[in-house]
């Protein structure tokens, strides 16, 4: 592992206690958004991490913060971003799916134009707790006939067991908490 990035991680994520709900430590990206040299780490660490999937059709990045790492990334390996979206943002037809999250439940959609069957994709956000939005996600993918390579994120919250939760699915954490 790139030990630039786990520092920026370890140094820059902030722990919020009780947020959004009493219970929750929210880990919060801001500060190391904020820091250019922090966010490079990140994003060269991760953009590493997805060429050793394989060659790879395009990146999926999740509302919001998947957007924030993933676009980059998107740039950086030179292959399609697509967006997937929470309910009620994607202007043409979409197909949906609706989880659960470790504070509440919602839906993601992405266009159904937006993946040709066949597809190889690595999905992108940054953190994994329950592993709702990546499970959902990877439903949204195989409904359109497009496989997932590869789950990638910044921080994995391991004692909710979201990674059991993709299996078979490769997933690939930069830091664990
Ligand atoms: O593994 P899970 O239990 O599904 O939780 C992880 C998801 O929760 C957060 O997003 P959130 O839905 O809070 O939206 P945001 O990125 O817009 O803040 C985070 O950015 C992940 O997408
Ligand atoms: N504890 C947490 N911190 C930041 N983002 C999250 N998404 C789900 N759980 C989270």
Same mark, same amino acid.
């Given at each position: +592992?790139? &030990?630039?990035?786990?520092?920026?991680?370890?140094?820059?994520?902030?722990?919020?206690?009780?947020?959004?709900?009493?219970?929750?430590? =929210?880990?919060?990206?801001?500060?190391?958004? #904020?820091?250019?040299?922090? =966010? &490079?780490?990140?994003?060269?660490? +991760?953009? &590493?991490?997805?060429? %050793?999937? /394989?060659?790879?059709?395009?990146?999926?990045?999740?509302? #919001?913060?998947? =957007?924030?790492?993933?676009?980059? +990334?998107?740039?950086?390996?030179?292959?399609? =971003?697509?967006?997937?979206?929470?309910? %009620?943002? *994607?202007?043409?037809?979409?197909?949906?799916?609706? !989880?659960?999250?470790? !504070? %509440?439940?919602? @839906?993601?959609?992405?266009?159904?134009?937006?993946?040709?069957?066949?597809?190889?994709?690595?999905?992108?956000?940054?953190? *994994?707790?329950?592993?709702?939005?990546? @499970?959902?996600?990877?439903? *949204?993918?195989?409904?359109? /006939?497009? @496989?997932?390579?590869?789950?990638?994120?910044?921080?994995?919250?391991?004692?909710? %067991? $979201?990674? $059991?939760?993709?299996?078979? @699915?490769?997933?690939?954490?930069?830091?664990? !908490?």
């Amino acid at each position: +592992m790139n &030990d630039a990035a786990t520092r920026a991680i370890t140094g820059l994520v902030r722990p919020i206690e009780d947020w959004p709900e009493p219970g929750v430590t =929210f880990r919060d990206i801001t500060p190391l958004l #904020s820091d250019p040299a922090g =966010f &490079d780490a990140v994003l060269s660490a +991760m953009a &590493d991490a997805a060429r %050793g999937l /394989g060659q790879l059709d395009a990146v999926l990045g999740v509302e #919001s913060r998947g =957007f924030v790492l993933g676009a980059p +990334m998107a740039r950086e390996l030179a292959v399609p =971003f697509l967006p997937v979206r929470k309910e %009620g943002k *994607l202007p043409a037809e979409t197909r949906a799916a609706t !989880y659960d999250l470790e !504070y %509440g439940t919602a @839906t993601l959609e992405i266009h159904v134009d937006a993946l040709a069957p066949g597809a190889r994709v690595v999905v992108v956000d940054d953190v *994994l707790a329950t592993g709702g939005t990546l @499970t959902a996600t990877q439903s *949204l993918v195989e409904e359109a /006939g497009a @496989t997932v390579v590869g789950h990638l994120v910044m921080i994995e919250i391991g004692a909710l %067991g $979201g990674r $059991g939760r993709l299996e078979p @699915t490769p997933l690939t954490a930069l830091h664990t !908490y």
